[in-house]
């Protein structure tokens, strides 16, 4: 499964790549390949300073080892052995019109000391963050991570839909990081799902990525914006590198098995602004993008 995965993912990783190059016109992914010095590696692709990408990465890597102390407590383990592979991918536009999005897809196997098999899980989702909120653009991502999850479970959705609500919720800040889409994890085998059932989900999910977000990117990639939208998207900004260092699961993971900085820490956004005690203007569409945020919604 491992391997019928990661060659997924190399293949999911060009196309992404391939897509969003043609979206951007200019600028080119460069690719990192790197190794780590515990078992496995990657290949890290990043865009900077294109003309419609300010920063975009996606990568893959596939990763293996001694299960780190700190992971054994929480999986609640004994000298466990690992694997994991994924793509991760954080796209930062340039235009405050277009929305940040996020997405990953995840395999993980755990080993005993003899090397068989003990768990195994999948585990991803996408989710859009905007800096103005276009209700049309957030339907149409929402419906196309419905449309997925329809084609295995009509429950998948609102299942999974809310666990990404409750998951990129600043809780710090009392807000959601964006408008949400699909979170899941810990998708194992069960009496009505095989692993290979799994493998088909996750994989579908993947493959959508392109449709839930290059239109969007098409649709708002020329529309003006003033400096002092610029500079509200920088500020929001600020939030989401806020939860990427305090909350998010995938950034702590990675640092604590000794992963490679640089890969993980891609999905901080190239400038950003902190304001003391910053407030929106009332009625302004910064006010409705904050009040939207207070409190997830049913966008379907």
């Given at each position: 499964m491992k391997t019928k995965f990661y060659s997924f993912l190399e293949k999911l990783q060009d196309n992404i790549c391939q897509e969003l190059e043609k979206a951007d016109g200019k600028a080119v992914f460069k690719e990192d390949i790197w190794k780590r010095p515990e078992g496995g590696g990657g290949r890290t692709r990043v865009i900077e300073n294109g003309d419609v990408f300010a920063k975009a990465g996606v990568n893959i890597?596939?990763?293996?080892?001694?299960?780190?102390?700190?992971?054994?407590?929480?999986?609640?383990?004994?000298?466990?052995?690992?694997?994991?592979?994924?793509?991760?991918?954080?796209?930062?536009?340039?235009?405050?019109?277009?929305?940040?999005?996020?997405a990953n897809w995840r395999y993980f196997e755990m080993y005993d000391t003899d090397g068989n098999i003990t768990d195994s899980w999948f585990g991803g989702g996408q989710d859009l963050t905007p800096y103005y909120l276009f209700e049309e653009d957030a339907v149409h991502f929402h419906k196309t991570c419905k449309d997925v999850c329809d084609k295995f479970s009509e429950d998948f959705y609102p299942?999974?839909?809310?666990?990404?609500?409750?998951?990129?919720?600043?809780?710090?800040?009392?807000?959601?990081?964006?408008?949400g889409g699909l979170f899941f994890d810990y998708l194992k085998k069960t009496d009505d799902y095989s692993l290979e059932d799994r493998f088909d989900f996750v994989t579908s999910s993947g493959k959508s990525f392109v449709e839930c977000y290059v239109p969007i990117v098409e649709k708002r990639k020329n529309l003006a914006y003033t400096e002092e939208q610029k500079q509200w998207q920088e500020i929001r900004r600020g939030r989401y590198v806020e939860f990427n260092l305090i909350h998010d699961k995938g950034t702590l993971f990675g640092?604590?098995?000794?992963?490679?900085?640089?890969?993980?820490?891609?999905?901080l956004p190239p400038k950003v602004q902190w304001h003391y005690n910053w407030q929106v203007e009332k009625g302004s569409e910064e006010e409705k993008l904050v009040k939207i945020l207070a409190e997830p919604k049913q966008w379907i």
């Open positions: 890597s596939a990763v293996e080892g001694e299960l780190p102390p700190v992971l054994q407590e929480k999986l609640e383990v004994n000298d466990a052995k690992f694997f994991a592979c994924g793509l991760s991918l954080v796209i930062h536009p340039r235009n405050p019109m277009v929305p940040t999005v996020h299942i999974f839909k809310k666990q990404c609500d409750k998951y990129f919720w600043n809780t710090h800040r009392n807000e959601s990081r964006g408008i640092l604590k098995t000794n992963g490679r900085v640089e890969s993980i820490l891609m999905s």
